[in-house]
Nanobody, 122 residues
Framework: QVQLVESGGGLVQAGSSLRLSCAAS??????VGWFRQAPGKEREFVSG????????NYADSVKGRFTISRDNAKSTVYLQMNSLKPEDTAVYYC?????????????????WGQGTQVTVSS
């Protein structure tokens, strides 16, 4: 069983930055994705990264503003979020995929964290 722990959320003003972290033991064995869910909306893909970090992808809505990275020595994946907008407000979840399928497909992920709240004020 993998326990994913997200951190780094908070309340910020539009245009600010935040860095989210997702930590778990042996996280290097997993591809990792970030998803988010805003009130009244479905959970959506934000970004994903392969086992080694050599492959990443992003939702169009965050491309150019968010950067995903990983430090396997620290068993941690990061989501650097810059130029935040009010529409980025959501609970952000990280998820782990043992088999490294399509990053954007929620069904591929076996384990999920509890989420961290990001609120961006205008």
């Amino acid at each position: 069983q993998v326990q994913l722990v997200e951190s780094g959320g908070g309340l910020v003003q539009a245009g600010s930055s935040l860095r989210l972290s997702c930590a778990a033991s042996e996280l290097a064995r997993y591809a990792v994705g970030w998803f988010r869910q805003a009130p009244g909306k479905e959970r959506e893909f934000v970004s994903g990264i392969s086992f080694s970090g050599g492959s990443t992808n992003y939702a169009d809505s965050v491309k150019g503003r968010f950067t995903i990275s990983r430090d396997n020595a620290k068993s941690t994946v990061y989501l650097q979020m810059n130029s935040l907008k009010p529409e980025d407000t959501a609970v952000y979840y990280c998820a782990a995929d043992l088999y490294g399928g399509g990053h954007h497909i929620m069904a591929n992920y076996e384990y999920w964290g509890q989420g961290t709240q990001v609120t961006v004020s205008s």
